[in-house]
């Protein structure tokens, strides 16, 4: 069976007040658009309905999958579950609340195919696209947390943390294999990854507006990313990233996506991330 062209990863934790919304955005985009396109809900242990829901809407929707976490793992878990059993050619995550409209994916995909490996979202490089402000304070700390890690780990980008990143599928499962961060921090981690790889990065400005029902909290996850970042610094210093891309190629050790599923509710890969 052919591979699709692209892959959208939905990463979900209790989501069931704005998951059904957000499938609906989904899948009329990617029917308007005409995308071969497969769609996989990482449920990260919702005690909710949100598995449910998605569960119903498998029942009309064939390239519609669900994958479950073994429990609440992390958004960072959520999205390397999601991609590394994506089978598309291009593959993509986005969040539940679609900040950047499921359209603005045509942006990134474009960026793929002009010579990119990673594209990735910016809400910052074109300000004027911005629908929905986010509140003064959060901006204030998310441009403070987007100038340390720009310094910290010498990342020349001006958002780091936007969910809305494509990848050619080759380079997703290298990067997402040597990714160690489960949490709200991993997006530096998979750029530092990336770039420390030779890959190649774009930044591109998207459609994007906030919404009031995020979950992060800037100062007990904030704390928490910055750790996190201390962690990806002292793993690059200590040369542990370097030697687990040795044993990768040492190995060939490139997982694959698991074939010939009956059901399109597909259990969550194995912990294999090298880098200890």
Request: aromatic residues 8%; glycine residues 8%; hydrophobic residues 40%.
């Amino acid at each position: 069976m052919a591979h699709p062209e692209l892959s959208i990863v939905i990463p979900a934790y209790n989501e069931g007040a704005r998951i059904e919304h957000a499938l609906e955005r989904v899948m009329s985009c990617v029917a308007e658009r005409g995308w071969d396109a497969e769609v996989l809900v990482v449920d990260d242990g919702s005690s909710d309905n949100t598995a449910a829901i998605v569960q119903r809407w498998m029942q009309t929707h064939p390239r519609l999958h669900l994958v479950q976490n073994p429990g609440n793992r992390g958004k960072g878990y959520s999205v390397r579950n999601g991609l590394l059993q994506a089978a598309g050619e291009i593959v993509m995550f986005t969040d539940a609340d679609l900040s950047a409209p499921m359209e603005e994916a045509e942006r990134l995909i474009i960026s793929l195919r002009e010579g990119a490996d990673v594209a990735i979202g910016s809400r910052w490089l074109d300000r004027a696209r911005q629908t929905i402000h986010q509140p003064l304070y959060r901006q204030f700390f998310g441009r403070c947390f987007n100038w340390i890690t720009r310094t910290v780990m010498g990342l020349p980008f001006k958002d780091t943390q936007c969910g809305f990143k494509a990848f050619r599928r080759d380079a997703a499962q290298v990067i997402f294999r040597l990714q160690t961060i489960e949490r709200w921090g991993f997006d530096p981690e998979i750029l530092f990854i990336a770039q420390k790889l030779g890959f190649v990065i774009r930044e591109v400005p998207v459609t994007w507006g906030h919404d009031e029902r995020s979950r992060i909290s800037y100062l007990k996850d904030g704390m928490k990313m910055l750790e996190e970042m201390g962690r990806i610094r002292f793993n690059s210093l200590a040369g542990r990233y370097d030697k687990a891309i040795a044993a990768m190629r040492d190995t060939t050790a490139m997982v694959t996506r698991p074939v010939g599923l009956a059901a399109n509710v597909r259990p969550a890969a194995q912990d294999s991330s090298p880098v200890k």
